[in-house]
């Protein structure tokens, strides 16, 4: 009798996609069971004076009565209460003041992972997370339910 390795020999590259395939398969799945997840998207980043350098295009910034909230400083975003994407925006863990690290090297393989679908969101809380070159990554805290969830590729 063949086991599965023999009937379909996989090599290293192929196994690497194969486990991130799966990995965001499980990801996938385990978000109907939980029904929501709170997670964080990124908004644009503040430069050292703490103004908006650049505001990403497909993320807009809402008030709590639902109105485009123009937003010049850090201090403007203490009234940000909801987010219209345009766009998939990918889903990370809030890390709120841990400095984001400059990565050397890049993946060699791509694989899916999860983004909130383009639409309106809640946005729970601002954070603010240091970059190594200047300035902070603005992060939007919001709750995603499962079926505002896709997998994309990047």
């Not at 086991?3 to 996609?17: A, D, F, V």
């Amino acid at each position: 009798m063949f086991t599965p390795i023999e009937l379909y020999p996989m090599k290293g590259t192929q196994i690497r996609r194969t486990r991130g395939f799966l990995a965001g398969l499980v990801c996938a799945a385990a978000l109907p069971a939980l029904g929501t997840e709170v997670s964080c998207i990124s908004a644009g980043r503040l430069d050292s004076q703490q103004r908006w350098a650049p505001q990403f295009a497909s993320v807009r910034l809402l008030d709590e009565a639902g109105r485009p909230l123009s937003a010049r400083s850090k201090s403007d975003l203490s009234r940000v209460r909801g987010v219209e994407l345009t766009a998939p925006a990918l889903l990370s863990a809030c890390d709120f003041g841990r400095p984001i690290v400059k990565g050397d090297a890049l993946p060699d393989t791509k694989a899916p992972v999860p983004a909130a679908r383009p639409g309106r969101l809640a946005v729970q809380a601002v954070g603010f997370s240091p970059l190594q070159v200047g300035g902070e990554l603005v992060e939007l805290q919001v709750r995603v339910s499962a079926e505002a969830v896709t997998m994309i590729t990047r």
